[in-house]
């Protein structure tokens, strides 16, 4: 089984990027990001064994008052195995600290080698602004955990973001993933990405996940965010 045909994308950033983790969206505040990631081994790069995967997310989230979010976050691959699941978010603890942190709840679906079962979802998130030589920035810490309902089986993640404004309009971050899927090795990978703001409530971004352990895939992953 391959591990990454079921991994969503799951950006953290800052309340006004993608997904809010630690940060409430804001009561009324709509969010929405649509991404395609293609990846392939860079070992058969130009050669006839050469060949790439490709996943498309969708991420929308909706603030639901001070302190709740609701979301949904689906995606699925090219061969059609896909995941969809929706999720409450609520931030805990003081509002006036550094630290900002938030525990998420959910459910969902997912179909995985031709067979389709329920998934339970719980997370956990915490962020912090940082001050830097190049602008303000963040870091954000979200572990996550997936059981599937019918299998019994058991999916852990882990994503760790840093991340700079250098100006109005860009935000430069990367970002550590790791996980471990039911029979397959742990992975870790990288993803360092820029977001470009080009109007009001619109960013273009553009990452390249790049595989440290467990995974040897390289790719490209292209996204628009939409704000209002």
Not at 100 to 126: K, N, P, Q, T, V
Request: aromatic letters at 10%; one cysteine or more; hydrophobic letters at 40%.
């Amino acid at each position: 089984m391959g591990i990454l045909r079921f991994a969503p994308v799951l950006l953290v950033l800052t309340p006004q990027c993608a997904e809010a983790g630690a940060w409430a969206r804001g009561e009324g505040q709509t969010f929405v990001a649509l991404s395609y990631k293609l990846e392939g081994d860079p070992e058969t790069l130009g050669t006839p064994d050469f060949e790439t995967s490709g996943y498309t997310s969708l991420l929308v989230e909706r603030g639901l008052g001070p302190r709740l979010t609701f979301g949904l976050d689906a995606g699925i691959d090219d061969s059609g195995d896909a995941t969809a699941i929706a999720y409450v978010s609520r931030t805990v603890g003081p509002d006036d600290g550094p630290n900002r942190f938030a525990l998420h709840a959910g459910g969902g679906a997912s179909r995985h080698d031709g067979m389709s079962e329920a998934l339970a979802y719980l997370g956990a998130s915490w962020g912090r602004g940082i001050e830097t030589r190049w602008g303000n920035g963040w870091a954000a810490a979200d572990p996550m955990l997936y059981y599937r309902t019918q299998s019994g089986d058991v999916i852990v993640k882990a994503d760790v973001t840093v991340g700079v404004s250098p100006t109005d309009k860009a935000k430069v971050f990367i970002q550590l993933q790791a996980g471990q899927y039911p029979d397959a090795d742990a992975y870790l990978r990288v993803v360092p990405s820029m977001a470009y703001n080009i109007g009001e409530g619109r960013d273009l971004e553009i990452g390249t996940p790049l595989g440290l352990v467990g995974d040897d895939g390289v790719g490209l992953k292209l996204g628009a965010w939409l704000s209002f």
